[in-house]
């Protein structure tokens, strides 16, 4: 079945450094998508990256990266320079199948970062 | 301007009293889903749909109904509301695609704070 796994409940990070955020997945279908989203005070989700199981290259949006080990099923954000206004919280999520429309989708139970004046 | 819409944003109901949360989007999607959000399980999967008239279940569908007869609406129904339902719920639409053909990503709505006493 499958599972994500997000291990750091919350992160307390000084503006400007990076932050990785982890993310372990464990899936048995070959063909799956990875995502991270962002979720504010506010409440809404807001997408920050896409990573396909068969990208070769490792996906970047702006500051947004994801550390892709498909070995160790693991796909990190890396976000450089924090500013205050990253603070929220981070959900990590797939879903299997070769096509979007087809298949579940499932969250970690999320990481609260904290930025750091 | 292209957005998911969910109605009401905030709704305090008694047990057993049926209602209706709408969501409706306007980018022509094929995926629909709706999710609920409680503190400490990040986002968990109620039902999708892959079109019109075809649903799945997700993750947790006990208590919920959905129908799909138009491809802009996605109600979520709950017949017979009970307090474990009280939790902030999602919808979200995102347009079929298949791996490797490029990035993909769903839009959320803004989601629905329910109260069920």
């Known amino acids: 079945a499958q599972k994500i796994t997000q291990t750091q409940p919350g992160m307390f990070v000084q503006e400007k450094e990076a932050v990785t955020l982890d993310c372990t997945y464990d899936t048995s279908d070959p063909s799956y998508g990875l995502f991270w989203y962002k979720q504010p005070s506010s409440g809404e989700m807001i997408f920050l990256i896409y990573?396909?199981?068969?990208?070769?290259q490792n996906a970047t949006e702006g500051r947004y990266s994801l550390n892709f080990q498909k070995a160790r099923k693991s796909a990190n954000l890396v976000i450089s320079a924090s500013q205050l206004g990253d603070s929220a919280m981070y959900f990590c999520?797939?879903?299997?199948?070769?096509?979007?429309?087809?298949?579940?989708?499932?969250f970690g139970s999320g990481t609260r970062l904290s930025i750091r004046p | 301007e292209a957005q998911v819409t969910q109605n009401p944003r905030y709704l305090i109901t008694v047990t057993g009293k049926k209602l209706t949360v709408t969501c409706s989007q306007n980018m022509n999607h094929e995926y629909m889903s709706w999710y609920r959000q409680d503190p400490g399980l990040g986002l968990r999967q109620i039902y999708y749909s892959m079109n019109v008239e075809v649903t799945d279940k997700g993750d947790v569908p006990e208590g919920y109904k959905v129908s799909r007869k138009e491809k802009r609406n996605f109600p979520l129904i709950l017949e017979s509301p009970s307090p474990n339902q009280t939790s902030l719920y999602f919808c979200?639409?995102?347009?079929?695609?298949?791996?490797?053909?490029?990035?993909?990503?769903?839009?959320f709505g803004p989601g629905t704070r329910l109260l069920v006493l």
């Open positions: 990573q396909g199981s068969y990208d070769q």
């Open positions: 999520a797939m879903r299997e199948g070769r096509y979007s429309s087809a298949s579940k989708i499932i």
């Open positions: 979200a639409s995102s347009p079929t695609s298949s791996l490797g053909g490029g990035k993909e990503t769903q839009y």
